[in-house]
């Protein structure tokens, strides 16, 4: 059994949770947030057996676009003036996934 870890983008959670209810396969969503862009995004743990999960990666891969977000500019200061740094263009992929080997699943 696989631990998998993967982080979408809000926009998406819908449709890649419809897709996973519909295979049976559980999911836990989670609420989190980009390091970078400081923006809400949604963690998704998956507990899938070994043959499950090829079909979830291609579920993300159907589901998950990649989209181009702003950075708004920030103030900056340099040599004592204060002047606004340009907004920046980010690409924020499809989704980020982590796959961990579960030791021991038990439900109590
Ligand atoms: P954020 O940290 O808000 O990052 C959003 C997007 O900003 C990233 O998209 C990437 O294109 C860009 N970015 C991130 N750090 C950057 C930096 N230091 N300099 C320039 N650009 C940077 P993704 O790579 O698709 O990541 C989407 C979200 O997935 C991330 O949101 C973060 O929440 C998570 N993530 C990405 N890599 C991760 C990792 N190695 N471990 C844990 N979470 C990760």
């Known amino acids: 059994m696989k631990l998998l ?3 979408v983008q809000d926009d998406d959670v ?4 419809n897709r996973l209810l519909e295979e ?3 999911v836990t969503k989670l609420s989190s947030s980009g390091g970078f862009l400081k923006r ?6 998956v507990g899938a057996e070994d043959d499950q999960v090829a079909l979830v990666k291609q579920i993300i891969k159907d589901k998950c676009e990649s989209r ?3 950075m708004p500019s920030i103030p900056v200061i ?4 204060i002047t606004a740094s340009e907004p920046l263009e980010v690409k924020v992929g499809g989704a980020i996934y ?3 080997d579960v030791e021991e ?3 109590f």
């Open 5 to 7: 870890v993967i982080i």
């Open 14 to 17: 819908q449709a890649v949770q």
């Open 24 to 26: 049976k396969i559980g």
């Open 40 to 45: 809400g995004n949604t963690t998704l743990l």
């Open 68 to 70: 181009i977000e702003m």
């Open 78 to 81: 340099a040599q004592g003036i």
């Open 98 to 100: 982590f796959q961990i």
């Open 105 to 107: 699943f038990k439900k």
